[in-house]
């Protein structure tokens, strides 16, 4: 081992308009190391990575790779210098093949089909060595997101990157997948690459990683030894204080039967089914939490019950059957029967982002009689209710003439919440309640439902945190392919049975999907290799 | 109806569809790269009238000088109607650049550019027309040399006596201008470009994902600029082909919704290029039956010649509505790239 | 945090779009040998310095008003609405059957109705576009193009084959009886001794311009149908959710939207031809485009384009009866306006947002 770091980032700035998202920044990463770069949402972290590829400029700072002083000005100078990156959101052109997407940028001549020859025993090598199994002939869209992880995985290495940079790589994916990657970065450590995982989750740093950096707003607070720290050490650097990872709670008193969906099946635009025949129940004064990998149906379930998705079977609220096609299907219908709804997506749902956060306090409700004086809108008692509202519930800054995309997540959510709950519904229903929210403002949510549960309503929780599905849910539903998996007690069950679940393992002597389709690309393989022979 | 008019009606067919296939293949190219392009008429106008109006100077010159300097020497150099080429496929050029700049660097909403740039087109040309020829916003009419001559193909004469093939080689296949040709060979030529070369597959991804592009290192606003060259060029050969080679000269609006009608085309081709040349040839053909015949008299009752007229147009619409097929453009169509995490 | 203040954004961008639109055509009326302050003076001579000068500018500013506002309100809700020209021309055909064809005792009356059928004539003629796009997925902006085309030849059709007078040469219909003639703003100030707005074509439908732009901006600001229409522009995804169909809300903004476009039909065929002709709109749903842009979509700001593009148009007018340059220069001016406001908008917008956040900056500290 040399002394010479594979990475150097000395004294990096950024900031966005008067928003400073990287704040004199170093670090040092030796080479066949993983570094871990933890921190919350909007501590900067995916800026730091994108200024080191080249996507973003810093103000200020250096990079040094092996020891030369890099001027990264843009993703070809990074790639020149072997760097790459894995970014959340793949960078994958959906209609290609796998090959397609892997020598996109690095072919080597005018024409493609020598290209793709070379390239497809390039990737046939790269298979063997980390594991990295996909057909080179699919197509993108119609690959799993773990898959579709492993092309991003073997562009980057198709171009000879000894540093890769992976970005949040679990939030898609299955425990069972999740490990798979793991097992695939081990093996690149092996062969000497070096590797930058930025996650927010304490237990993929204390499971892989070598080093680890702790980043809060902007700010790098502290480089540790993963060996010589521990997850409560960490959480402390990365809010800054003590935090209770434990809601405290009363127990549940649940009453009658608020929800009853049974049956419930939808298929999408594609004829893909997304709900196979959901049968679930809330009832009075309970969370129900809903644990699931990202894209198993949760939010097909979140849609049909706010009334924008149509599906069949049946639901009742009350008692009484609701509407699930035609007409009387849509989310006016569903909130007159007293359905209140926080969306998934803020952004896209739950918000109209340049509406003023009193326009955005009755979105949904606009067409209450109570805020109506003739055929106009009764705007002024609109503002005035909304700045209540907005007082109760901590918004800050309680500007109700503010464009709600100038308010912090948490700040919006809280918009969105306010709205919602001060409508007294009956049932809530609750998806991803702190994606992308600082932990102040988590604390403060989770108080929230669970005081509106106290009160006696109905809750559903969907949520891809399973701490936060724990701490908060009075029963558990795991969805795996549109499919109910089982339900669990709080109490009864831990992260390991319900990662099982969510990956739609029921016994533990079957074998997951994901093993599956692996074995089943093996067979090709192997069928191939005997052809070829 | 006999064989001779059919020809004639089939002739008249190629002709007309062949500057909607230019200027449909000039969509594809921007719109494969993620250009939404509804300015491919102002293009068309702007190059029909510069290659009218330099053909028309070129060939007429007798002295002809710019700041001093004897220019009549470039009519030896190349035939007036080629100069009129280049300086229509210039003026496209301009255009496609003021679009590039909007869509591409500002990172405008390209369909009020492309709008915008059909009334610039739509009013400098006829401004410029006026003040340079005054005829009422026309070019003089063109005399040969400042046109566009029909070839004949070889042993077209002498196998026009073969029945039915011969006819059809003198009449339909022999006997157009070189652009209509050029037309006919860009439609393998542009396959050939957008799926066996490395420049089509950074094309069509950067119209799909240009994130994908950009990550891998690839300038997307490289790509798209060089994209809308290409279409430049080709609305430049489309005005051309309209202004000095089907007609001997520009009138105002010359263009007639042609660029609009090649955007059908091009949407009823789902951004395909064979498919292209079947759509083109579709349009062409039905402007070619309203050309000939004004009121057609079906017996109980005539149809109009504004109907015929309209014809184009309401297929178009029944062809948007999806009753002949889905049409899905390149997913990152009339959306400026902006880089995101 | 925004990087302008919305004043700034409403105020200056389009100043600053109009400079550039300016200077650019002032280097084209140069370009072609003539002198753009001479051609300026001459601008504002003919369309503001005299009464009937006036009269013709407000008489094309109520048109821009309609297509404006006609524009305006498909923007609010994302869509682009290119047929306000042969939305316009059907409205015409509306004017002309009542007028035509229903003996009214008074033009008010006559009004009434007129409006109405031009109205229901200019919305039924978006309503297809509205549908597919609604239904079907047809993107509106190609589909109200080629209703553009369809209307002309509609409209040519039943001027050439159905109304016009037997015995007569030009498409067009017989004229309107003397009891729909609309006051004209001649009819209506000028006195015994003095002749206000003589010969012009400014007539009572200015003002129905003007209430049609309060009623605008009423229903976009202040009822529930507006909140919902810019709810819909801003997001697709957030207003299924809450419970606002995306169907109804294409289909009634366009309806609106058609509806203004045909209201224009008043003022061309009842207040100036009195009779429906073959090119009663000269392009003004076009301009429509320009003036919705240049007035950011709000009513006082499309009232005020409308007012600047009414001046260049009688101006435009007089340039091509005093010098060499063509109406076709107004048409060059409404593309770069177009150009400037719509398209390379954020050209204007990014350094004044340097400046501003220069400034902050500096106040800052």
């Known amino acids: 081992m040399t002394d010479t770091p594979a990475i150097e980032l000395k004294g990096i700035s950024k900031a966005f308009g008067p928003v400073q998202a990287n704040k004199d920044i170093s670090i040092r990463v030796m080479p066949g190391t993983i570094h871990g770069i933890i921190g919350e949402n909007g501590a900067g972290k995916s800026t730091l990575m994108s200024i080191l590829y080249g996507f973003y400029k810093a103000d200020a700072g250096e990079v040094w790779i092996n020891g030369d002083r890099k001027d990264i000005t843009d993703s070809q100078a990074a790639i020149a210098a072997g760097i790459g990156m894995v970014f959340q959101h793949f960078k994958l052109v959906h209609n290609f093949t796998v090959l397609e997407n892997v020598i996109l940028g690095a072919e080597d001549g005018a024409m493609l089909t020598p290209s793709l020859a070379k390239a497809r025993g390039v990737l046939k090598t790269l298979a063997e060595e980390y594991e990295l199994n996909v057909d080179p002939e699919a197509l993108i869209e119609n690959l ?50 070096t590797i930058i995982l930025i996650t927010h989750k304490l237990r993929e740093i204390m499971e892989i990683t070598d080093t680890v950096s702790v980043m809060r707003r902007g700010e790098m607070t502290a480089t540790v030894k993963t060996s010589e720290t521990s997850p409560e050490e960490l959480a402390e650097l990365m809010v800054g204080r003590k935090v209770l990872l434990r809601v405290d709670k009363q127990p549940a008193r649940p009453g009658a039967r608020v929800l009853e969906i049974e049956n419930l099946r939808l298929t999408d635009r594609d004829g893909v089914e997304r709900l196979k025949g959901i049968s679930l129940d809330v009832r009075a004064g309970e969370i129900l939490g809903i644990a699931g990998v990202s894209g198993n ?80 809108m009764n705007n002024a008692a609109i503002k005035a209710e909304a700045a209540a509202k907005m007082e109760r519930f901590d918004v800050r800054p309680p500007n109700p003439a503010l464009a709600a995309r100038n308010f912090s997540g948490g700040n919006q959510q809280k918009i969105v919440l306010a709205r919602e709950i001060e409508r007294n519904p009956d049932l809530l229903l609750v998806g991803q309640p702190t994606r992308g929210v600082d932990i102040g403002a988590i604390e403060f949510i989770h108080q929230q439902i669970l005081r509106l549960r106290d009160e006696g309503k109905a809750i559903l929780l969907v949520s891809v945190e399973l701490d936060e599905i724990l ?35 029921t016994e533990t002597g079957g074998r997951s999907p994901i093993e599956a389709v692996d074995a089943k690309l093996q067979a090709k393989d192997a069928r191939e290799a005997g052809q070829n022979g | 109806m006999d064989l001779n008019t059919i020809l004639q009606v089939l002739d008249s067919t190629v002709r007309l569809a062949t500057p909607l296939l230019l200027a449909c293949l000039a969509g594809l190219f921007s719109e494969r790269s993620g250009i939404i392009d509804i300015g491919l008429e102002g293009k068309m106008l702007i190059a029909a009238f510069f290659s009218a109006a330099i053909a028309a100077m070129v060939s007429t010159a007798e002295t002809w000088q710019l700041f001093g300097m004897e220019l ?18 210039l003026a496209a050029l301009f255009l496609s650049g003021l679009h590039g700049l909007a869509s591409i660097t500002f990172r405008g909403n390209q369909l009020i550019s492309g709008v915008a740039l059909n009334f610039l087109a739509s009013g400098i040309t006829v401004l410029i027309a006026q003040v340079w020829f005054r005829q009422g916003g026309r070019t003089p009419s063109l005399i040969s040399g400042g046109r566009f001559e029909e070839i004949t193909l070889p042993l077209a004469e002498t196998l026009r006596p073969v029945p039915l093939l011969g006819p059809i080689y003198a009449d339909l296949i022999s006997g157009h201008s070189i652009l209509v040709y050029v037309g006919l060979l860009m439609v393998p030529l542009t396959w050939w470009v957008l799926f066996r070369t490395r420049y089509g597959l950074r094309l069509r991804a950067v119209g799909e994902a240009p994130e994908a592009v950009d990550t891998a290192g690839v300038s997307v606003t490289g790509l798209r600029y060089s994209s809308l060259v290409i279409t430049g060029v080709l609305c430049g050969l489309a005005g051309a082909y309209l202004a000095t080679g089907l007609q001997a000269g520009f009138v105002r609006e010359m263009t007639a919704g042609r660029g609009y009608i090649a955007l059908a085309a091009l949407i009823f081709a789902k951004w395909r290029p064979w498919y292209a040349l079947g759509a083109c040839l579709l349009f062409g053909f039905l402007q070619a039956v309203a050309l000939r015949y004004q009121n057609i008299d079906l017996g109980a009752f005539t149809v109009p010649v504004q109907f015929m007229d309209a014809l184009p147009y309401v297929l178009t619409v029944v062809i948007l509505a999806g009753f002949v097929g889905k049409a899905i453009p390149p997913r990152a169509g009339g959306e400026p790239y902006v880089k995101e995490r | 945090m925004d990087r302008m203040p919305a004043w700034a954004d409403a105020v200056l961008v389009p100043l600053f779009s109009i400079v550039l639109a300016a200077i650019l055509s002032a280097g084209v009326i140069l370009a072609i040998g003539e002198n753009p302050v001479e051609a300026f003076r001459l601008m504002v001579d003919g369309a503001l310095m005299r009464s009937s000068g006036w009269g013709y500018t407000l008489y094309y500013t109520t048109n821009f008003i309609f297509t404006g506002l006609c524009v305006a309100v498909a923007f609010h ?46 919305a039924a003629w978006a309503w297809i576009p509205a549908y597919l796009q609604a239904k079907r997925g047809s993107h509106i902006v190609i589909t109200t193009i080629m209703f553009n085309f369809i209307a002309a030849a509609v409209l040519n059709y039943v001027l050439v084959n159905v109304l016009r007078p037997a015995g007569a040469q030009d498409p067009a219909t017989a004229r309107f009886p003397e009891a729909v003639h609309l006051p004209t703003f001649q009819d209506m100030f000028s006195t015994a001794e003095t002749a206000m707005f003589r010969g012009s074509p400014a007539n009572v439908t200015f003002f129905i311009a003007i209430l049609a732009c309060v009623a605008v901006w009423l229903l976009i600001w202040r009822t529930r149908l507006g909140y919902e229409i810019r709810a819909f522009g801003h997001s697709e995804t957030a207003v299924r959710y809450a419970g606002i169909s995306p169907v109804r809300i294409t289909v009634l903004a366009m309806l609106i939207s058609g509806g203004l476009a045909g209201l224009m039909a008043i003022n061309t065929t009842m207040g100036e031809a009195e009779r429906l002709v073959m090119n009663a709109t000269e392009g003004a749903g076009f301009i429509g485009i320009a003036v919705a842009l240049m007035g950011r979509s709000h009513p006082v700001g499309v009232f005020l384009a409308a007012l600047l ?35 390379l908008d954020n050209m204007v917008r990014m350094p004044l947002e340097r400046v501003f956040l220069a400034f902050r900056k500096e106040g800052a500290r």
Not at chain 1, 481 to 505: I, N, S, Y
Not at chain 3, 106 to 118: N, R
Request: net charge negative.
């Open chain 1, 471 to 505: 701490s908060l849910s009075d029963r558990i539903a795991v969805m795996f392919d549109g499919q109910v998996m089982g339900e669990r007690l709080p109490d009864q069950t831990d992260q390991t049975e319900l990662g099982l679940l969510m990956a739609g393992v």
């Open chain 3, 77 to 122: 809700a994302r869509m682009f609405n290119i047929g306000g020209e042969g939305q316009a021309m059907i409205g015409g055909l509306g004017v002309a059957l009542v007028c035509l064809f229903i003996p009214w005792p008074h033009w008010s009356i006559a009004l009434v109705f007129a409006t109405l059928a031009a109205g229901a004539f200019g």
């Open chain 1, 144 to 193: 799993s997101v773990g898959h579709q992880q492993r092309v991003e995985i073997l562009k980057a290495l198709y171009r000879e990157a000894d540093i890769l940079i992976l970005d949040e790589p679990t939030g898609v994916l299955t425990p069972a997948e999740a490990d798979h990657l793991f097992r695939i970065l081990e093996g690149l450590r092996r062969e000497g690459k």
């Open chain 3, 309 to 343: 593009f009414g001046f260049l148009y009688q101006g435009g007018a007089e340039l091509a009866l005093w010098t060499n340059i063509p109406r076709e220069l107004i048409t060059v001016i409404q593309a770069l306006v177009i150009l400037f406001t719509g398209a």
């Open chain 2, 72 to 89: 009549t020497w470039l009519k030896d150099l190349m035939p007036a109607v080629i100069w009129g080429m280049f300086a229509g496929i």
């Open chain 1, 297 to 376: 149906g949760q939010s097909e379930l979140l849609r049909v019950l706010g009334g924008y998705a149509e599906a069949t079977g049946t639901i009742r609220v009350n008692g009484q059957k609701i509407d699930l096609t035609g007409r009387h299907s849509d989310g006016r219908s569903r909130r007159a029967r007293g359905i209140a709804h926080v969306p998934e997506d803020r952004h896209h749902e739950g918000l109209i982002l340049p509406y003023t956060a009193w326009e955005n306090s009755v979105f949904g409700y606009h067409d209450d009689p109570a805020i109506q004086s003739g055929p106009l």
